[in-house]
């Protein structure tokens, strides 16, 4: 499938920007199940300092706010081919080893609401992608989505006090179950073209389990699917922090307003 991706983010500021830096993971590698075709990224009142690939191998940009600046807008826009490998991202690579992605976070880690959805799945009994799909309907079930409900500090435990949450929240819950069962586990950013609607509000977010014999495959939580030919990776990491979108400081900028324009839209080939 090709899908083609048009995404603007806009920050407005109510006071001009003394000294701001932002770092941006918005450009999709090719990879297997995906081939970027092609990607720009444009940007008003910022300049790019750096390009670099972070330690996960995210595509990421530096760039500075322009001194005096009241908005900063970032324009991304390209074609990615896809194809359905049932979740299977295959094996691993990059500069980390896999038992770092054992290791809990503060957005992952977990409290007696975690240990205890972790202890109602029959593990021991089940194959590996058996038990991940039971916490996968697990985590959907005991968590409602609701968008407003959390914020993108709040935590797994959380999330799972509260029984409502977003991609982003069901994405933290199952990896830092996945960690308890020992598991190796990973945030996943992207793109998901939505069958009744080209335009979005909003990226989306799963996760990724490393299972011996198959590699990384996925798992969203909020769709109760393994990722297919509607998706696109952008970034991996340990949790949001490691593969947010944008992340960034300014200093003098007042009260920030962001607003946000997706379409995500299937091509057809050859146009």
Same mark, same amino acid.
């Given at each position: ?59 990421? !940009? *530096? =760039?500075?706010?322009?001194?005096? #600046?009241? +908005? ?9 081919? &896809? /194809? ?31 240990? !205890? *959805? =972790?202890?109602?799945?029959?593990? #021991?009994? +089940? ?9 996968? &309907? /697990? ?31 069901? !994405? ?100």
């Amino acid at each position: 499938m090709r899908l083609s991706i048009s995404h603007t983010t806009r920050y407005g500021f109510s006071q001009p920007v003394a000294h701001g830096l932002q770092r941006l993971r918005l450009t999709p590698k090719s990879s297997h199940g995906q081939s970027v075709i092609d990607w720009t990224m444009d940007f008003e009142g910022v300049r790019l300092e750096a390009e670099y690939d972070d330690h996960h191998r995210n595509r990421t !940009a *530096l =760039v500075s706010v322009e001194p005096g #600046a009241t +908005a900063v807008t970032v324009v991304c826009s390209g074609t990615v081919d &896809t /194809a359905d490998s049932a979740g299977i991202v295959g094996e691993h690579v990059g500069h980390l080893p896999l038992w770092h992605f054992l290791g809990q976070t503060e957005l992952t880690r977990p409290g007696p609401r975690l240990r !205890a *959805l =972790v202890a109602g799945l029959d593990a #021991a009994r +089940a194959q590996p992608l058996e038990t991940l799909h039971a916490l996968s &309907t /697990a985590v959907r079930d005991t968590v409602a989505y609701t968008i407003g409900a959390t914020d993108v500090g709040t935590s797994a435990e959380e999330s799972l006090g509260a029984a409502q949450g977003v991609c982003q929240d069901h !994405a933290h819950i199952f990896i830092g179950a996945a960690r308890l069962l020992g598991r190796p586990a990973r945030y996943v950013s992207g793109y998901l073209m939505m069958n009744d609607r080209i335009d979005q509000e909003a990226g989306h977010a799963w996760a990724e389990v490393h299972i011996p014999g198959l590699g990384w495959v996925g798992f969203d939580v909020s769709n109760a699917i393994s990722p297919d030919e509607r998706y696109v990776r952008l970034a991996t990491g340990c949790d949001y922090r490691d593969a947010a979108p944008i992340t960034g400081i300014s200093v003098g900028a007042g009260q920030t307003a962001l607003e946000v324009r997706l379409a995500v839209a299937q091509q057809m080939m050859g146009q």
